[in-house]
């Protein structure tokens, strides 16, 4: 069965950088648009950022030349590298499968979502 995983979250002062990885598994997971969509506390759902089969890439202009998204197709892993964190990145990351394409953010999969909190 399909399995998306995060990890890579926790605390960090602002100003830092943290990683997070997404481990799937249960699909051909190089065929997919994969995104990070975070919550921060009290607040609905947002997207990050997206990466396609071929590497195409997109992001929220919230954290455009900040945070990288990036795939390995090789070890079935997603990472989001977010340099530069504000106490505004506080939130809930998880990593989702979009079946259609990245920008119809119909996500079919999700991980259990991985905290990360920004806070000196």
């Known amino acids: 069965q399909v399995q998306l995983v995060e990890s890579g979250g926790g605390l960090v002062q602002p100003g830092g950088s943290l990683r997070l990885s997404c481990a799937a598994s249960g699909f051909t997971f190089s065929t997919y648009y994969m995104a990070w969509v975070r919550q921060a506390p009290g607040k609905g759902l947002e997207w990050v950022s997206h990466v396609g089969p071929g590497g195409d890439t997109a992001y929220a202009d919230s954290v455009k030349g900040r945070f990288t998204i990036s795939r390995d197709n090789s070890k079935n892993t997603l990472y989001l590298q977010m340099n530069s964190l504000k106490p505004e990145d506080t939130a809930l990351y998880y990593c989702?499968?979009?079946?259609?394409?990245?920008?119809?953010?119909?996500?079919?999969?999700w991980g259990q979502g991985t905290q990360v909190t920004v806070s000196s």
């Open positions: 989702a499968r979009d079946p259609v394409s990245g920008w119809a953010r119909d996500y079919d999969y």
